[in-house]
């Protein structure tokens, strides 16, 4: 009853915290020979890596990953395959004040009342360092994918701004650090993000991710549906508090004319003339992109004294000192496209397991 794990037959464990030694990953049930080292994995790693920009963490980690086991001359043997992040700058003298107090947004309270214990530096297990482990293990996943999937992330809304798809620019999205694909919204996000960072704030995001080139068939009825595990990935990553697949939220705006996906043959093939789903029916994948939202919360890490208490009751002011994203939403966007490789690549496996192929 750990909890550290997720997938079936692609199984993910994480372990470590913030301020620990180390952080790492055991990936479970990954194929045999496949070709894997460290620097298939370190790029996506550097994508989401902190202190490389003034719009995130200037907590300065290389991130570099190790393989300990599960490749042998460059091949994965079938066995579990072992990751381990070295931490290397920690300051964890920042986190005295609070080690009595609950700092508001986080979840220092529930872990407290749960254990009955809890690693004040960095909020340890609860904070978002662990996802550097989720980017490592989606790596592991896309080579279980191949070549003929793509999966890519980008930010679509900071605060209230959005961005105006009639721009959309996939290649700019790889040329900023804000992974933004409409070059009149990344102006506005950088005065908006300045602002928030000067005033010791934090603001919100929306990230969308879209996977191309899914085999229809992928996912099961009832409880196995491809859309239910996404969501629940997606929903497990530090500070996100709402999923969408397809139109989301906004299909309730629509009418069934609306919403329907017209097809006609094509080739000897079924061509869809819309994607409002998102690339999955019925909990199965449709063949057409898959395509995901998930919203972030503000940074609960503040300058701005919040109202709370003490583990003994008394009521404090806490403000949160420390290196803290002003928009943790930015480096959320290589771990959505992570655990939408981990996803997708679990159920790949599952599908072959019952029907082949």
């Not at 490389?52 to 086991?69: G, M, N, Y």
């Not at 609306?258 to 003339?273: C, E």
Request: charged fraction near 20%.
């Amino acid at each position: 009853m750990s909890y550290n794990t997720f997938g079936h037959m692609f199984r993910v464990t994480t372990w470590g915290e913030s301020h620990g030694p180390a952080i790492g990953c055991v990936v479970d049930g990954c194929p045999p020979r496949l070709p894997l080292s460290e620097a298939d994995i370190q790029p996506w790693l550097d994508r989401r890596r902190p202190g490389q920009s003034k719009f995130t963490t200037q907590r300065q980690e290389a991130d570099r990953v190790e393989i300990l086991s599960g490749v042998f001359e460059g091949q994965t043997t079938g066995t579990p395959i072992s990751l381990v992040i070295h931490n290397t700058d920690q300051r964890s003298r920042d986190y005295g004040d609070i080690a009595e107090r609950y700092r508001p947004g986080h979840a220092d309270v529930t872990y407290d009342r749960k254990y009955g214990i809890r690693d004040y530096r960095g909020g340890g297990r609860s904070s978002a360092r662990e996802t550097a482990m989720r980017v490592a293990a989606g790596a592991v996943a896309r080579k279980v994918l191949g070549q003929g999937v793509k999966i890519r992330a980008a930010l679509v809304q900071v605060g209230a701004i959005g961005v105006d798809r009639a721009r959309w620019d996939w290649d700019l999205v790889d040329r900023n650090p804000l992974f933004c694909p409409d070059p009149v919204a990344l102006a506005q996000w950088e005065e908006l993000l300045a602002a928030i960072r000067k005033d010791g704030s934090s603001i919100g995001a929306v990230i969308e991710v879209v996977a191309e080139g899914v085999p229809a068939g992928l996912g099961a009825p009832i409880y196995g549906k491809l859309d239910s595990d996404l969501a629940m990935a997606l929903m497990s990553i530090n500070a996100v508090k709402g999923v969408e697949i397809g139109e989301g939220f906004a299909a309730a705006a629509l009418t069934g004319e609306q919403n329907a996906d017209p097809m006609r043959m094509q080739d000897g093939a079924v061509q869809f003339a819309s994607n409002h789903a998102g690339g999955i029916l019925g909990g199965i994948s449709t063949g057409q992109p898959v395509v995901a939202r998930f919203a972030v919360k503000p940074t609960s890490s503040i300058l701005t004294p919040v109202p709370s208490v003490t583990r003994s009751g008394e009521e404090v002011e806490v403000m949160t000192k420390g290196r803290h994203d002003p928009c943790v939403g930015i480096r959320a966007v290589p771990v959505g496209e992570a655990m939408m490789a981990c996803v997708l690549a679990d159920h790949l496996l599952r599908h072959r397991g019952q029907v082949g192929g």
